[in-house]
């Protein structure tokens, strides 16, 4: 029997993830789920992918669909992208686009690039899950990046040389992010581009929701910003953008893609040789023939879905939440993020309301990198409609009125 011991020293940071084990609840019927931060299948072009799988095997791509293929990603996909970046105000070319197995491998990948034992990567409080979970297989320190502006360039190196190594990076969200929902401001997306520049890091912009506004303005892409300040040209850029389709047309394909200038890309390549060759090239033929022929109308079609029961939840919020419970108001994506008293767990809450009020959401601690946030929750709205929110609302809200009752007794 192997030892503990005999594992490398990364293995202690691999955690499970508290999400996937709560997926598990999607199959019970009784119960009204919060918890899976994931696209609503039934909104799926389920049809479209069947009907381009039978074209692709059926014409003279079949073969090439079946064979290896460019660690790069398919082609005609990364020609594709470069319009739809150029949508965004970001100038690029194919050669600037690299497909990988979802977003979340990029996260891995650029772990494994930039950060060694003891750097330091910079994150939002909170901050998404799975990216925490990436980057801890590299063993780095974690320091809390902050947008609005309040901690020096100075202050991230005099921390990170405490932790043993140097900031190497910096991630986030910003728009609907996982956890929270909130959008950063144009404000707030100018001054980390300035904070990376000043630390000299990557600032990786994870665009997985960026696709999904309900309402309010667009705001650039953290990456269109940085390239407006520098003449167009995306070689000159820090900003590595981390986009995927498994928000708008299927998450199973797992079909992601990085935008970064070609010197990121071509250590992106490398790493993808040793790691899986390539993505999954029919998967990759299918996204790009069901992308050319509806893209703009499935997104249009999830955000009308999406939007109706965004607003489900915050009216329902409104009703059933007592005194003292603040949440988020998003204005896309899939999440509305609350926090509670300061004293109350939610961890601790979530068996009893899954066995007493048949609700499911996710507790908060596990999103922030230094432990913090045992007060706070996460629902996602994506795949229950209006009447289950309503019933789990309401649910949800007479548990916590009755938790904030017994602590004040």
């Excluded at 319009?83 to 650029?110: K, P, R, W």
Aim: charged share 20%.
């Amino acid at each position: 029997m192997v030892t503990e011991a005999a594992f490398a020293t990364r293995a202690g940071r691999m955690k499970a993830s508290e999400i996937r084990e709560l997926l598990k609840l999607l199959d019970r019927p009784d119960i009204v789920s919060f918890a899976g931060g994931i696209p609503d299948p039934a909104l799926f072009p389920a049809e479209a992918f069947a009907e381009a799988y039978r074209h692709i095997l059926a014409g003279e791509a079949g073969r090439a669909a079946l064979q290896y293929s460019v660690s790069e990603g398919y082609r005609p996909l990364r020609d594709r992208l470069v319009g739809q970046m150029a949508g965004l105000g970001i100038a690029c070319t194919a050669d600037n686009v690299f497909i990988v197995s979802g977003s979340q491998q990029a996260l891995d990948y650029l772990g494994k690039l930039y950060l060694s034992p003891s750097d330091t990567a910079l994150v939002t409080t909170p901050t998404y899950l799975g990216a925490l979970q990436a980057f801890n297989a590299y063993e780095p320190a974690y320091d809390q990046l902050s947008p609005g502006g309040n901690r020096t360039a100075e202050s991230y190196r005099q921390a990170a040389a405490a932790a043993g190594g140097r900031v190497k990076l910096a991630y986030l969200s910003a728009d609907f992010a996982n956890p929270t929902g909130e959008t950063l401001g144009r404000e707030g997306r100018e001054r980390l581009i300035d904070l990376a520049e000043e630390l000299d890091v990557a600032l990786v912009e994870d665009a997985a929701y960026q696709a999904l506004r309900y309402d309010g303005e667009p705001i650039p892409p953290i990456l269109a910003l940085e390239l407006a300040r520098k003449g167009g040209d995306i070689e000159r850029t820090r900003t590595i953008y981390c986009g995927s389709f498994s928000k708008t047309l299927s998450p199973g394909l797992r079909v992601g893609f990085v935008v970064a200038s070609r010197a990121v890309i071509g250590k992106l390549v490398l790493i993808k040789q040793a790691a899986d060759l390539h993505s999954s090239t029919i998967n990759q033929m299918a996204i790009a023939e069901v992308a050319a022929g509806q893209f703009g109308e499935q997104v249009e079609r999830v955000r009308a879905v999406y939007r109706r029961r965004r607003d489900a939840m915050l009216a329902a919020l409104a009703r059933y939440m007592p005194a003292g419970v603040a949440w988020t108001r998003p204005e896309g994506g899939m999440f509305v993020w609350l926090t509670l008293p300061a004293g109350l767990d939610a961890a601790a809450l979530l068996a009893e309301a899954v066995e007493t009020q048949k609700v499911a959401f996710v507790p908060g601690q596990a999103f922030h990198a230094d432990g913090t946030g045992a007060n706070t929750l996460r629902l996602s709205f994506s795949c229950a409609d209006e009447a289950a929110i309503e019933a789990g609302i309401a649910r949800l809200g007479g548990l916590l009125e009755g938790a904030i009752g017994r602590r004040a007794a």
